[in-house]
């Protein structure tokens, strides 16, 4: 523990019993340094962020920075990553990945503004956030230190850090009821923990906390109007929105119709293989909606192109690289391809299913004179024969080589 020359520290809080933990442990153990918090409102249920700042300040903060990110969030972070059509391990829409880097760059912008000589974050030393806030600390202010207690403090377990917030009479909300682990922002939901510890348990139905049970879900569909400029949903039912209110609106719709459920095991990028529970209702309903311009407006090539974009930017944005050159250019790469891409599809919802049941672009490379299985004058099928023989022509050497 390296605590010489640090005087204040900027963490990023949450209200939870692991940060509300932290202010203290930091003020004993750092020779009484100041501790700034810094609150990212990213779209948490609003019971998370009320009461905050008097929460940080009960537990020792000396100030309690609570910062609206909700635009910048959507508009600069999730729907640069959609352009991509990044997901990780095929089906993971990177809630949480995204989140950290755009945290960690306000939390950095706050330290500089008050003079900080540090930042510090409570992620633990098994998951892949650690890697994300320090990752981006690095790119943004290598001349700060680092402080992560879960890696240096021998609390560990939910009982023991009850009991020391007990004992140095700091309220908290905080329980040993506590079963699962949450993390929400305006995109997803994450369930983690409990029951899901063991793959082979099917998940309860309090794994789950926005969308309704399929099962239970409206037994009439609902259609939803999406329109999309430049890889960039736009409107929702011909309202002009901006990226958060439509993100707002489509988690509305999603979820009432049991839409973006998810249960995957996927790999950490610290080796751990985690189970959890991932609900991203609207984001499920823009993936369908841009996917479906993208049918009628890319090319063959285009469209491989961007699959590859798509691969490796999930890993890029797990990994917490968002601030490498590699992200900016994959991105830029995905915007030129993206500028096409425009139109307007309706959706239906149902039980759990989003399927684009409608698709339009000015765009659009289909064709319905090239495409028909009917009479037509724009296609001559003798031409066929020529493009076949050379495309397999390799294919034909090969063969007469081998009877030779």
């Known amino acids: 523990m390296q605590t010489q020359g640090i005087k204040k520290i900027v963490l990023a809080y949450s209200g939870g019993l692991d940060t509300s933990a932290i202010i203290p442990w930091l003020k004993e153990n750092y020779g009484g340094c100041e501790v700034v918090a810094f609150v990212a409102d ?9 009461g905050v700042e008097k929460k940080a300040l009960q537990s020792g903060a000396s100030e309690c920075h609570v910062v609206d990110l909700r635009e910048e969030f959507i508009r600069d972070y999730v729907y640069p990553v959609l352009q991509t059509g990044a997901l990780y391990e095929g089906s993971y829409l990177l809630g949480t990945s995204m989140a950290r880097p755009i945290i960690a760059k306000a939390q950095v912008e706050l330290a500089l503004k008050v003079g900080a000589d540090a930042l510090c974050h409570g992620a633990t030393g098994k998951g892949n956030d650690q890697v994300r806030f320090e990752t981006t600390y690095t790119a943004l202010a290598p001349q700060l230190k680092v402080v992560a207690p879960w890696r240096e403090w021998n609390l560990r377990s939910r009982e023991a850090l009850l009991d020391y917030l007990k004992v140095r009479n700091i309220p908290t909300t905080a329980s040993l009821e506590k079963i ?4 929400e922002n305006a995109w997803h939901i994450s369930t983690e923990g409990g029951v899901l510890e063991s793959p082979w348990n099917a998940p309860n139905k309090d794994c789950w906390v926005w969308t309704v049970d399929p099962l239970d879900a409206p ?5 939803v109007a999406v329109t999309v400029e430049k890889g960039r949903v736009v409107a929702v039912n011909g309202e002009t929105l901006s990226p958060y209110q439509c993100l707002a609106k489509l988690n509305d719709l999603g979820a009432k119709h049991g839409v973006g459920r998810i249960d995957i095991v996927e790999n950490r990028l610290v080796g751990i293989k985690s189970r959890g529970c991932y609900e991203t209702p609207g984001g499920t309903i823009m993936v369908k909606a841009l996917r479906a311009v993208e049918q009628l407006v890319l090319d063959r090539d285009s469209f491989k192109w961007r699959e590859q974009l798509g691969l490796e930017m999930s890993y890029v944005v797990y990994d917490g690289r968002w601030f490498a050159p590699l992200r900016k250019s994959l991105q830029a790469s995905a915007e030129s391809l993206a500028q096409d891409v425009n139109g307007d599809v309706v959706l239906q919802l149902y039980k759990g ?4 049941l409608q698709k339009k672009s000015p765009n659009s490379l289909y064709s319905e004179a090239f495409a028909t299985f009917g009479e037509d004058e724009v296609y001559d099928h003798r031409h066929a024969g020529g493009f076949i023989r050379l495309f397999s022509l390799s294919s034909r ?8």
């Open 353 to 356: 299913q989003v399927t684009a």
């Open 42 to 50: 990213i779209g948490q249920e609003r019971g998370d962020l009320d």
């Open 219 to 223: 037994d009439q569909p609902e259609q």
């Open 180 to 183: 699962y682990s949450r993390d």
């Open 397 to 404: 050497i090969r063969a007469l080589n081998e009877k030779k």
